[in-house]
């Protein structure tokens, strides 16, 4: 769970609604610091042909508006675990290494 000024916002909540996306094939959101709301959700997405500002407008048409992602960040794969799931820490790192600055 993660803190977005004051709201509670689970990340698996998050991930269910973006992956009714027609483009979204698989999606792993996380929190990245954020400059005035504390932190704010991040999304690492497979998709087909489709633009961040598509999946930002469909997570704001679907869902509560302080739970869509301040950025989407568009993967080949998503990093697994030994077990097959997915690697919340390492999607982090690769998030940071392309927004290091709080959003």
């Given at each position: 769970m993660m803190n977005v000024g004051g709201?509670?916002?689970y990340p698996a909540e998050v991930e269910s609604l973006l992956s009714a996306?027609?483009?979204?094939?698989d999606v792993c959101v996380i929190s990245l610091p954020h400059s005035i709301k504390g932190a704010a959700p991040v999304a690492l997405v497979i998709a087909?042909?489709?633009?961040?500002?598509?999946i930002k407008q469909f997570a704001l048409?679907?869902?509560?508006?302080y739970a869509h992602p301040r950025r989407v960040l568009f993967v080949p794969t998503l990093p697994l675990s030994g077990t097959g799931k997915i690697?919340?820490?390492a999607a982090k790192d690769i998030a940071l290494q392309h927004?290091?600055?709080p959003l």
């Amino acid at each position: 769970m993660m803190n977005v000024g004051g709201e509670n916002v689970y990340p698996a909540e998050v991930e269910s609604l973006l992956s009714a996306h027609p483009s979204v094939r698989d999606v792993c959101v996380i929190s990245l610091p954020h400059s005035i709301k504390g932190a704010a959700p991040v999304a690492l997405v497979i998709a087909d042909e489709t633009s961040e500002e598509e999946i930002k407008q469909f997570a704001l048409n679907n869902g509560p508006a302080y739970a869509h992602p301040r950025r989407v960040l568009f993967v080949p794969t998503l990093p697994l675990s030994g077990t097959g799931k997915i690697d919340r820490l390492a999607a982090k790192d690769i998030a940071l290494q392309h927004f290091p600055d709080p959003l």
